[in-house]
């Protein structure tokens, strides 16, 4: 094994994994912290799929510590701890505590921090992270219901979350090429956040960074990650295929990109219904009330959510609290999903990083095959479960075109 990763959610877990296969890698997806045993074959990188982004920064470390234990007991060369290219955490973390404890535990003194994802339109300059044009800290993701990201310097962030010392390694160094870079490297200690603004721009730090233990950042910087431990880099050619079967698209999210992708769906003739906590919480709606939605309408794929406008986001977390709103919703849809799949339902496409971890909970699903991309970003994966196979598309909240939730189902077998 040459990379052991370990991403703070599924969805991104997912993504990395897809990055990894494009660089023609052989990839295995493991959800949860594995058994010490595991045998995971001879693949050139395994990608740990945690649900620990937003829970608190203790367990985060130790769920994070232990996956790298066995990741580097199995031969891992390199540790690649994965969050979001939109850097969701808060002042308590848990990027920094993570990092500082991936630091301590493998016992490096450097690592670097470069969530840029530029064909997702994340980059970052002078330190500063944006989305599309506007500074995080100016984008939907200020009003994030978990994390809401209020300051766009990345450094200044990390300052906040951890002890260890944080610079900057700018464009202007990054632009001289991957030996300037790894110069650069070289001669700090600490995390050091890596401006980039382009593909070209991470395959250079991918170089510059192979030699190493410790690598932390988006998706993005996977680009140029596979080129330093194998010669060849194709795209390795994959697909789902799945007995026929009904589908289900289950949202959670409450991004921007989501509420756009709804709406599409909606103007497409796709069946949809609202759920909202306090429906699921008084029992004006039921997990068998949506069942029954899905398999009314099973001729066709279906659309279940609970996505809404930032001002219902606020009235829900007033009413419930912020984690207990997220997760009645979240336990409401993984419900849907465990019985669906009994009912032959075996398609889902389900948006949102915690929503599509109870789905995949629920679900009982152990591992995930990268099958062909939907969005940068975005595979269909396929999971041998005690239903069957099925075919899943776990979508980071803010990924994706307004089609996909209506187009996606055309690169199934």
Known sequence: MYIGAIADDLTGATDLALMLSRGGMSVLQVVGVPAADTDFGAVDAVVVSLKSRTIPAKDAVSQSISAADILLKAGAQQIFFKYCSTFDSTDEGNIGPVTEALMKRIGVT?????????VNKRTVYKGYLFVGDQLLSESPMRDHPLTPMRDAN???????????????????????????????LDAMTGIAVIDAISDDDLYLIGKAVRSLKLVTGGSGIALGL????????????????????????????????????????????????????????TGAITVAEAVEFAIRHQQQ?????????????????????????????????????????????????????????????????????????????????????????????????????????????????
């Not at 450097?110 to 530029?118: E, G, K, L, V």
């Not at 009904?246 to 609202?274: D, E, N």
């Not at 069957?388 to 990924?399: E, I, M, T, V």
């Open 110 to 118: 450097r690592t670097i921090a470069c969530p840029a994802f530029p």
């Open 154 to 184: 990345l450094v200044r962030v990390l300052e906040r979350q951890t002890g260890i010392p944080v610079s900057l390694i700018s464009h202007d160094i990054v632009r001289q090429g991957a030996s300037a870079t790894e110069q650069a």
């Open 226 to 281: 596979p080129g330093n431990f194998i010669s060849d880099t194709a795209t390795r050619e994959t697909k789902v295929t799945v007995p026929a079967g009904h589908a289900v698209v289950l949202a959670g999210s409450c991004s921007a990109a989501t509420r756009k992708q709804i709406a599409y769906a909606q103007q497409s003739g796709m069946p949809s219904l609202q759920i909202k906590p306090d429906a699921i919480f």
């Open 301 to 413: 794929p279906s659309l279940i959510y609970s996505s809404d406008a930032p001002e219902g986001v606020i009235s829900a977390q007033a009413q419930f609290g912020r984690e207990q709103a997220g997760e009645i919703v979240e336990n409401f849809l993984a419900s849907v999903a465990r019985e669906l799949a009994k009912l032959g339902f075996n398609r889902f496409l389900v948006a949102g990083g915690e929503t599509s971890g109870a789905v995949v909970s629920a679900l009982d699903v152990k591992t995930l095959e990268i099958g062909p991309e939907i969005a940068p970003g975005v595979p269909w994966t396929r999971s041998e479960t005690a239903a069957g196979p099925l075919a899943l598309a776990l979508k980071s909240g803010n990924f994706g075109d307004e089609t996909m939730f209506v187009t996606a189902w055309e690169l199934l077998g």
